[in-house]
């Protein structure tokens, strides 16, 4: 038996997506059951590796046969999905879900300072956009789309900030190295403040006059850089 055709059949089967650790420990488990068969047995070592090999060949796989599914990764979890473009038949079926309200501009280019840069301080932040993002940081907090990831070896230690699982399922990613290229982002050129301004250190907000870059706004280029996936039902 292939090891693809077990995963395809364990995939169908899932009511959620399920990582390769997850699908390797359940090969595990297969394997040391009590009424586990020599097939079971044989697969219980599987490796990492292997699994992730055999859904690649089965996303190849499916992709040639040109069905109506296709199976996907989304922050790190495989899944079976439904083609867009069926989207139309399959809302009438299921119907449509509240979805949160789309995320403004400012948050959006937020989120790609971030997202490139992580992990930073708000103080970072602001010094790449160039206004302060109090109100942002709150919404895409809220959201979950960004979490606080632990304190900067600096004076004062501010807060540290970095996206979440979520934030790559918003933007239908299989892991931060398929964001696209954005160089120019990356060359910005961060001051990190010696000590905090504000009297409160998790913020380590610098005055106006500070957060003024060298360059025009770049808001117009980060805008460019990321944008959410279209509501569709998979």
């Known amino acids: 038996m292939e090891l693809k055709l077990i995963l395809e059949s ?37 490796k990492d590796d292997d699994v992730t090999a055999a859904l690649e060949q089965l996303v190849a796989d499916h992709e040639t046969a040109a069905r109506s599914y296709r199976l996907a990764c989304v922050a790190g979890a495989w899944q079976f999905v439904t083609q867009p473009e069926f989207s139309p038949w399959l809302k009438a079926l299921v119907g449509v879900k509240n979805r949160p309200s789309r995320l403004s501009q400012a948050a959006l280019e937020t989120l790609a300072i971030i997202a490139y840069r992580q992990p930073v301080t708000r103080a970072e932040v602001e010094q790449v956009r160039g206004v302060n993002v109090d109100g942002t940081m709150q919404t895409i907090l809220e959201r979950g789309l960004v979490e606080q990831s632990g304190r900067a070896e600096v004076v004062g230690r501010p807060t540290l900030y970095s996206t979440t699982p979520l934030f790559l399922e918003y933007f ?5 190295e398929d964001l696209p290229a954005a160089d120019e982002l990356r060359r910005i050129p961060i001051e990190h403040p010696p000590a905090p301004i504000t009297a409160d250190a998790g913020l380590a907000t610098v005055p106006p006059e500070q957060l003024q870059l060298d360059e025009p706004s770049k808001d117009e280029e980060i805008a460019k850089v990321i944008a959410p996936v279209e509501p569709k039902t998979e």
């Open 172 to 176: 239908g990613l299989r892991g931060l």
């Open 10 to 46: 364990v995939l169908f089967s899932a009511q959620k997506p399920m990582s390769v650790k997850e699908l390797r420990d359940l090969f595990t488990a297969a394997g040391i059951a009590e009424d586990s068969t020599e097939e079971a047995k044989a697969f219980k070592k599987v």
